[in-house]
């Protein structure tokens, strides 16, 4: 007789924040869980995925965009959310919001034309920047300074822009924050390949308010998954091996 098996693949997408928590409870030992301590854990889940941005692993949050050029403008900006500010026009999504950092950019020409054309851009540091003469010549952009604030992220571009034409923008690849956890019924912004690190994380965060004699332990559990989590999210390449013959002196 056949195995029956479940025939889904969504596990995740179920796995709630209150489920979460229980998990990584249950892993310390912590049966009875008061309310406090929920909102405890949910605080350290938020400040895990801050420290997860700190380290650069959310990969899953990068995309791309194309940011509207106006002539005489260098600064564009990009809000923590609606409430702190309107950010850039951009296509052909407009009003994206938590942009954590711009890893890439290119002046696109002909931008929804088989002729599209890029040229990078040069991102460059403060230092670079504050040593242009002048810094509201207009020309094409060839380089581009990002500023990260409290409340938003602001790509600054050299030269000015000297034409709003709709043939010409910016395109940018950038990096989004994860989303705040907010209620217990909800999934957290993470893939399916981080759901075993999240749990791990989050058990070594209460361990230090709950269990400090597991602290070590806990951590030692976390950075394992953390590890596995970051090869298995890695870009593979084709690996090709050769077998190399060897012959001992005969």
């Avoid at 407009?94 to 290119?106: Q, S, T």
């Avoid at 990002?146 to 910016?170: C, E, G, S, W």
């Avoid at 999934?187 to 400090?212: N, W």
Wanted: with cysteine.
């Amino acid at each position: 007789m056949a195995n029956t098996t479940s025939g889904t693949t969504t596990f995740e997408s179920g796995f709630l924040i209150d489920d979460v928590i229980q998990e990584a409870y249950d892993r310390v030992g912590v049966k009875a869980v008061s309310g406090y301590q929920l909102k405890s854990a949910r605080r350290s889940l938020n400040i895990m995925f801050q420290e997860w941005a700190n380290r650069g692993l959310h990969y899953w949050e990068i995309d791309k965009t194309n940011v509207d050029l106006i002539e005489g403008q260098a600064e564009y900006k990009f809000f923590r959310s609606s409430d702190d500010g309107t950010s850039a026009v951009t296509t052909p999504t407009n009003g994206i919001y938590g942009v954590d950092d711009i890893l890439e950019a290119a002046l696109r020409d002909n931008r929804t034309q088989t002729t599209q054309s890029d040229s990078a851009l040069t991102k460059i540091n403060r230092s670079t920047y504050s040593g242009l003469s002048n810094k509201l010549s207009k020309g094409s952009p060839s380089q581009y300074y990002v500023q990260r604030f409290t409340d938003h992220t602001m790509i600054t571009v050299y030269p000015t822009p000297d034409t709003t034409a709709a043939t010409k923008d910016l395109a940018i690849y950038f990096v989004k924050r994860i989303q705040d956890v907010g209620g217990y019924s909800n999934t957290a912004d993470v893939p399916y390949r981080f759901v075993p690190c999240m749990t791990a994380g989050l058990s070594y965060y209460l361990s230090q308010k709950e269990k400090p004699e597991m602290v070590q332990q806990m951590k030692m559990l976390y950075e394992d998954e953390l590890q596995r989590a970051l090869t298995e999210d890695g870009s593979s390449s084709s690996t090709f091996i050769t077998p190399q013959a060897y012959y001992p002196n005969v």
